[in-house]
């Protein structure tokens, strides 16, 4: 089934230590979205690419990085993590800008800073 | 900014009892989406509704776009545990979509 996989689905990293997250898809979208959701509330889009053009929030901290390699693969790297970057990450596409068919979601990272 | 306000943030009934959410804004928007999240997973895709005054019906669940395509409601008839989760109204943007906050449903066996 055409899909979107992210891994780790649970990462545990030490305060300061760069992690990389990934995530892979099936769908052959043109955009991939990244996004941080912390306890019960909205994802927030941290950027998105359409294809290789990257897209960064106004408000996304400087120490989020995300590449793109490929149309299939698109990674968020957090080079310095704090304690308030722990939060649920998510990765997902859509086939148009704007994501009027609706997005398909990763299941997503939970990532742990210890 | 497009902003979009879902109420009530929390919601706890007992089964086979109905409910409805509403999502609201100022802005009108192209199209609108309902995704349910589980725990520990990501939004799932419900329902798309698109023109004015659209009323989509998915087994116990009756999604309405309002006419003025700035509002929308989610009603569940005769909860179930199942239907627990995280609902997230979204409107479609110029390159993204927007999200509402999220509301927060138990269904109570």
């Known amino acids: 089934d055409a899909m979107v996989i992210q891994n780790p689905r649970y990462q545990v990293t030490q305060f300061g230590k760069p992690v990389t997250l990934s995530c892979s898809q099936t769908l052959n979208h043109n955009v991939m979205y990244w996004y941080q959701q912390k306890s019960s509330q909205a994802p927030k889009l941290l950027f998105h690419?359409?294809?290789?053009?990257?897209?960064n929030e106004a408000d996304t901290p400087d120490n989020f990085q995300s590449r793109r390699p490929n149309t299939s693969f698109c990674f968020l790297d957090i080079r310095s993590p704090g304690l308030g970057d722990a939060a649920m990450y998510l990765c997902?596409?859509?086939?148009?800008?704007?994501?009027?068919?609706?997005?398909?979601f990763g299941s997503g990272t939970r990532l742990t800073v210890v | 900014t497009q902003l979009l306000e879902q109420s009530p943030q929390f919601l706890s009934i007992q089964e086979g009892e109905n409910l409805t959410v509403y999502c609201n804004s100022s802005?009108?928007?192209?199209?609108l989406q309902w995704y349910r999240q589980e725990p520990g997973e990501g939004p799932v895709l419900l329902v798309t509704v698109v023109t004015g005054g659209e009323v989509k019906k998915l087994k116990r669940l009756t999604f309405q776009f309002g006419d003025a395509r700035k509002d929308s409601s989610l009603h569940i008839t005769a909860a179930q545990p199942g239907d627990t989760g995280l609902y997230l109204c979204a409107g479609q943007g110029a390159q993204k979509l927007v999200f509402g906050q999220g509301t927060r449903l138990t269904i109570n066996p």
């Open positions: 997902a596409t859509s086939s148009t800008y704007g994501g009027a068919e609706g997005y398909t």
């Open positions: 802005s009108v928007f192209s199209s």
């Open positions: 690419y359409y294809d290789k053009d990257f897209n």
